[in-house]
């Protein structure tokens, strides 16, 4: 009996070492980075008070920072669940398809950029904030802004999926563990509203990363997205010398394009490439 216990505990132990080793590099540091300090700021709250982006101490006060930092900590439960069951599968087959350093240059820019636009609304707010709705909806018992925050993977989650939604707007998939599908289209909306229910709020970081989503499909691709020949230089340079190396480490030579959309890449016609978050280059003149 203790002989299969053990064989039990070594099976489990091992399956839980290959699936932690199979994480691409980047998704690993993000993964570790929210549950480590979820952990450290039970005990330290002020900890997540200075990281997160507070709008009124990133605008008001220029704490640019917390752009940067609010995305590697979490302070929900909730939020962690959803990324480990939810977005974790897509995320790690989306970086084994760009490549690790494509990936983190991706997620650098358009996370910065989607915290600047969730400022950008509640600055909005805090200008006309004699509304008694908006008072309602998005200010705390004392009437104080300083306490609305965004922190963890939430609005560049729901950035990365609305791009892969519009770059598959046809196909089908379930509402997280639903099995009811849906053409992908309706996700973005339909995963808010569950969302928006579940923290009894409207958190206008998973608007703000809806909306530069789009901002992104139709107008910033092509401004923000890095060619081949710069990727690989950046690759190469001082800055990935020892992390290259790492088995977890996704080279842009090892890149497999067919991850990114599995099942439905044979019902596709006429695509060309597939760049970042799965937006086709088609060539016919058809709009993603």
């Known amino acids: 009996m203790n002989n299969i216990n053990n064989s039990d505990n070594i099976s489990y132990t091992t399956k839980a ?26 005990f330290f709250i002020p900890f997540s008070f200075a990281l997160a982006n507070i709008p009124y101490y990133t605008i008001l006060r220029f704490q640019i920072w917390r752009l940067v930092t609010s995305n590697f900590i979490s302070t929900s439960f909730l939020n962690l669940i959803f990324v480990f069951f939810f977005w974790l599968p897509q995320s790690m087959n989306l970086e084994r398809s760009i490549g690790t350093v494509r990936y983190m240059i991706n997620f650098f820019i358009n996370s910065f950029f989607i915290q600047l636009l ?18 309602k909806i998005y200010y705390d018992k004392n009437n104080n802004m300083e306490y609305i925050e965004s922190d963890g993977l939430w609005p560049y989650i729901m950035m990365e999926m609305t791009i892969l939604c519009l770059a598959n707007s046809e196909n089908e998939m379930n509402i997280l563990c639903f099995s009811y599908p849906i053409k992908s289209k309706y996700y973005p909306a339909i995963l808010f509203l569950i969302l928006t229910v579940c923290n009894f709020t409207i958190k206008f970081d998973l608007v703000a990363g809806i909306v530069y989503a789009f901002i992104y499909v139709y ?14 230089k950046i690759e190469g340079s001082f800055l990935f010398n020892y992390t290259k190396n790492y088995p977890s480490f996704v080279k842009k030579s090892n890149v497999d394009a067919s991850l990114l959309l599995g099942n439905d890449m044979n019902n596709i016609n ?16 058809t709009k993603v």
């Open 17 to 42: 070492k290959n699936f932690i080793d199979s994480i691409p590099f980047c998704i690993k540091i993000l993964l570790g980075s929210n549950l480590i300090l979820f952990c450290f700021c039970r």
């Open 118 to 135: 969730y400022d950008l609304f509640l600055l909005i707010f805090y200008i006309f904030k004699s509304s008694i709705l908006l008072k």
């Open 219 to 232: 107008y910033l691709r092509n401004y923000l997205d890095f060619d081949e020949q710069t990727i690989e």
């Open 270 to 285: 006429n695509y060309n490439e597939i760049n970042y978050n799965g937006i086709k280059e088609l060539n016919t003149n």
